[in-house]
Structures are given as structure tokens and as C-alpha cells.
């Protein structure tokens, strides 16, 4: 996890890796097919404990998004590139208009016993304060105000 | 100190400066609020030690408090790092009770119906 780190300016994409015991043409589905059944929810999302439901919309154009059981729904970007089983890439804006600043890349590579997945999220300091509130930034507003 | 972050113009002035270092004036015109208001909320800001204030020969510069971004970022590193452990479990038992199928009728997902927007 993690191995890369970037060590100058704080604005350096943020870069997260973990290994898979799985082909890359596995991996690649069960990231976007069974997004909604690994995603935690609960901590990272608008709606927390309301949200039960997110998903990737499998094409390019397609919505990364979270749907409450009362059916609203909160896009938190859309897929630019969807190229399996190499790659995934969206824009990332949860709760927040739509932003095209901010990206999430998602490669996967073949390595030893698996596949390595690592997720690069560029202009992440984009990230609004509006977002406060929601459960997603919810450790924003917790420690900027006590700052 | 809430308070700081409970007023939506505030929230947009730190948006702005997340995008750069900027002067009272030109928040002002990116803004629908006057300057004395726009001066208000960044004291506020200030006083919440979210916002710096810096001189430059005759212009005062606000920015964030670069604490603030240093803890955004390792915020977001660490929902990242929880999100792909959460998923490289999830792949261990999916792959583990596909083992334990095998031969059997894999379960199939229905796929997502496209969504009329």
C-alpha cells in the first residue's frame, strides 16, 4: 500500500495502491461491477448512513453515483476512459457540481500471484469545503473548525 | 467555530483560494457580495486560522493556511487507502467463493439498466 510517495509540493496527485489474488480481467470487474458491494458507504459517501446503493454506469459518459432508498440520488462523477481490463478513469466531484478538474485513474497491472491496482486522484485540493456535511468531507469540516 | 464554515460564502471564498492566493479585491468581483463583505468573512476565516494573510509591497494576499491543505490531503489518502483495502477484500471472497462454486451455475449480476437522465 502506498508505496509511491510523492514528496514535493502538497498539490502531487495523491497515489493509493493494493494487490489483488486475481487476474487483471477479474479485478477489473469486481472494481466496477461489485463497486456497490465493496464501496464503503457508511464513511465515504453524501449520504452516509441513508446511502445504500452506489455503482459505476459501465461506459464512457457513464455516472459514478450513490442512490438513498428514498431514490435521490448524488452523482459523484462521470467515466472519461473505460478500457478493461487496463484501466478506468472519472472525474470526482461527490457533492459537489460538476468539476472536470479533478480525476480519478484506476490501472491495473499484472504482477506476481495478481493484479495491482493503483488509483491516482489529480487536482484533489479542488476538493470544495462545500462539500462539509456531507460524510465525505466530513473530516473537513471536523478539523478545519478546531483548527 | 463552526460558524466559520457554516456560511456558504465563506465556504466559496475557501474554494477560490484553493485555486490560488487571491486580494480582497479580486474575491470580491468573483463573488456577488461587496468588499467590506468579503473582508468580514475572510477576518472570520482568519480568526479560524483557515485563511493567511500576506503582504506583498502594497497588496494583501489572503491564502489557505497550508495546514489545512496537509490535512485535506492526508484526509483523502487515508479514505482512498480504506477504499482499496475494502475492495482487495472484497475480491479475496469473491474469488474464494467462486473457488467453492465451480462447477456450479455462477451466480449472475444483473447488470445496471441504463438510467433515462
Aim: aromatic residues 8%; hydrophobic residues 35%; contains cysteine.
Amino acid at each position: 500500500m502506498g508505496k509511491e510517495k510523492e514528496t514535493n509540493a502538497t498539490h502531487a496527485p495523491i497515489r493509493q495502491s493494493v494487490h489483488v489474488d486475481c487476474t487483471r480481467e477479474d479485478a477489473f470487474r469486481l472494481f466496477t461491477e461489485g463497486f456497490g458491494e465493496w464501496w464503503p458507504l457508511a464513511s465515504s459517501s453524501v449520504g452516509g448512513n441513508d446511502s445504500k446503493f452506489c455503482a459505476i454506469e459501465p461506459w464512457v459518459g457513464g455516472k459514478v453515483f450513490e442512490r438513498t432508498p428514498s431514490g435521490e440520488e448524488h452523482d459523484w462523477g462521470s467515466v472519461t476512459v473505460w478500457d478493461p481490463p487496463d484501466r478506468i478513469e472519472f472525474t470526482w466531484h461527490p457533492g459537489e457540481p460538476e468539476d472536470h478538474d479533478q480525476t480519478v485513474r484506476v490501472d491495473f497491472q499484472v504482477e506476481a500471484d495478481g493484479t495491482r491496482v493503483t488509483l491516482t486522484h489529480r487536482n484533489w485540493h479542488g476538493s470544495g469545503v462545500a462539500t462539509c456535511g456531507s460524510h465525505f468531507a466530513r473530516f473537513v469540516s471536523e478539523q478545519l473548525v478546531v483548527a | 467555530m463552526l460558524g466559520a464554515l457554516s456560511d456558504p460564502t465563506r465556504q466559496t471564498v475557501l474554494d477560490l483560494l484553493r485555486q490560488g492566493p487571491s486580494t480582497v479585491g479580486d474575491l470580491a468581483n468573483r463573488l456577488p457580495v461587496s468588499r467590506p463583505a468579503v473582508s468580514q468573512h475572510l477576518n472570520v476565516l482568519k480568526s479560524a486560522d483557515l485563511v493567511e494573510e500576506e503582504r506583498q509591497g502594497t497588496r494583501h494576499y489572503f491564502r489557505l493556511n497550508p495546514k489545512s491543505l496537509a490535512e485535506l490531503r492526508a484526509h483523502i489518502d487515508s479514505m482512498w487507502r480504506d477504499a482499496l483495502n475494502a475492495f482487495s477484500d472484497f475480491a479475496s471472497k469473491e474469488m474464494a467463493d467462486h473457488g467453492k462454486r465451480k462447477g456450479n451455475k455462477r451466480n449472475t449480476r444483473a447488470n445496471p439498466a441504463k438510467r433515462s437522465r
